[in-house]
C-alpha cells in the first residue's frame, strides 16, 4: 500500500521548516512561501499564453521559476547550494528588452487586457507584493536582504516584458500623461 501524503499534522493550524521546530501557519515566513509558489504558478500562466514566437521571454520565465524554487528552499532551511549570478542574469534580460522597446517610458501605461500581456502584469504586482513581504521579515532577519534586489528587479522586467509584448503585437495600449 502506498504511503498517503496525507499527514494530519497541520490540521491545527501549525508547520515546520526544515529544522523540524513547529510556527503558526500565520508566521510571515510561510506567506512569503506561499507568495513565492503563486510567483512560480504565475510564471506558468503566463508562459500559456505568451505568444509561441516570444522563446527568450518564455525560457527566462521558468529559469525564473527554478530559481524561486531554489530560494524557497534556502528560506525554508535547505542549505544553500551555490552561489547565483541571478540578479546579474535579471539585469542583461532587462538590458535586452530596453534595447527593443521603441520608446522611453515616461508615461504610465495601463493594461491592453490581452491574454499575451495580462500575466506578465499579473507577475509585476505579484512579485512586489513579495518584495514588500520580504522587506518585513529581512527586518528581522539580515541574511535574507539578498533577495530584495532580485525581488526589485523581477518587477522591472515583468514590466518591460509586458511592455515589449505590447509593442510587438501591436496591442493597443492607453497612456497616462
Sequence with gaps: MKKSIVT???DRGYS???DGKKFLK????FEILGQMDKLS???SLALIYLPKKEKSIAIFL???QQQLYYLSAFLAGYEKTKESNFLIQIEDEIKTLENKINDDLKHFIFNSWQLETIYLDVLRVNSRSL??????FSLHKSQFHFLLPILNRLS???FLAKVYVHQ???FKVEELS
Excluded: A, Q
Design 16 to 18: 515546520s521548516l526544515m
Design 26 to 29: 500565520s508566521k510571515l515566513i
Design 156 to 158: 522591472d522586467y515583468f
Design 8 to 10: 494530519k499534522k497541520g
Design 131 to 136: 518584495e514588500r513581504l520580504v522587506v518585513r
Design 168 to 170: 510587438k503585437y501591436k
Design 62 to 64: 521558468k529559469k525564473i
Design 41 to 43: 504558478v504565475d510564471c
